[in-house]
């Protein structure tokens, strides 16, 4: 069975910073994909930014970007010029390519901001 | 974009009552619904998943018969939560596929959740 880490239970990250998020998963697929979702304290889950197992170029959305190693399994998660509403619990999450199949997540990991 | 409506957002329910909470697709047909459940500061855990039409599949010690899952159409599963007892208070969340989404669909979309609280 698939199974993702996060060995970050809480990170802190001064407003204006550069935070990484770690995760590594384990699977013996060659082709799947990866998320990370954010939970404020909202608890709404949103979707931050995914990544396909099959493409080697890093996912990058505007302050977000992923550093993917496939060989490594491993997926982080980089916030630049941190923001306090970027404060949240940040999940990753891994599913097997087939669309309909479940998301497999991480602990997760609080993220906190100070002004 | 997608949105997926979960209603009630708080629910205080007596213990041995039962509680259904709803998800709506609105703007999309959800073939698959997952629904989870997360304590404070703790990780998503799947329950269940229901494609419209046939029987949910419930995950390992989840008890079906407790939390009845119900996908009648393609836009609307619920989950009943019965004999509801202090120890099922939790936060459950629904996720829902787009079926025009394809094989290699991307992420999917969640509810907003609900705060079950049982006295």
């Known amino acids: 069975a698939q199974t993702v880490t996060q060995s970050q239970p809480e990170m802190s990250v001064q407003e204006a910073e550069t935070v990484t998020l770690s995760c590594t998963y384990d699977?013996?697929?060659?082709?799947?994909?990866l998320f990370w979702y954010k939970q404020p304290p909202s608890r709404q889950m949103i979707l931050v930014i995914r990544q396909e197992a099959y493409k080697q170029q890093n996912a990058t959305e505007n302050r977000f970007s992923v550093n993917f190693q496939k060989a490594a399994k491993s997926f982080s998660l980089k916030i630049s010029d941190s923001q306090l509403g970027d404060a949240a619990m940040y999940f990753c999450?891994?599913?097997?390519?087939?669309?309909?199949?479940?998301?497999?997540f991480g602990a997760g990991t609080i993220l906190r901001v100070k002004s | 974009g997608a949105v997926v409506s979960q209603h009630p957002s708080r629910v205080i329910c007596k213990s041995g009552t039962s509680v259904k909470i709803e998800c709506r697709s609105l703007d999309f047909q959800a073939t698959t619904m997952f629904w989870y459940r997360q304590f404070p500061k703790q990780s998503l855990m799947l329950m269940a998943t229901s494609n419209e039409g046939s029987k949910a599949t419930y995950e390992q010690g989840v008890e079906k018969d407790k939390f009845l899952i119900n996908h009648a159409s393609l836009t609307l599963s619920t989950l009943t939560v019965t004999s509801a007892h202090p120890e099922d208070s939790s936060f459950y969340i629904c996720s829902a596929r787009d079926r025009t989404r394809g094989t290699r669909g991307y992420g999917y979309t969640f509810g907003s959740g609900t705060r079950l609280t049982v006295v």
């Open positions: 699977t013996s697929e060659s082709d799947y994909y």
């Open positions: 999450a891994y599913r097997e390519v087939e669309y309909g199949n479940k998301l497999v």
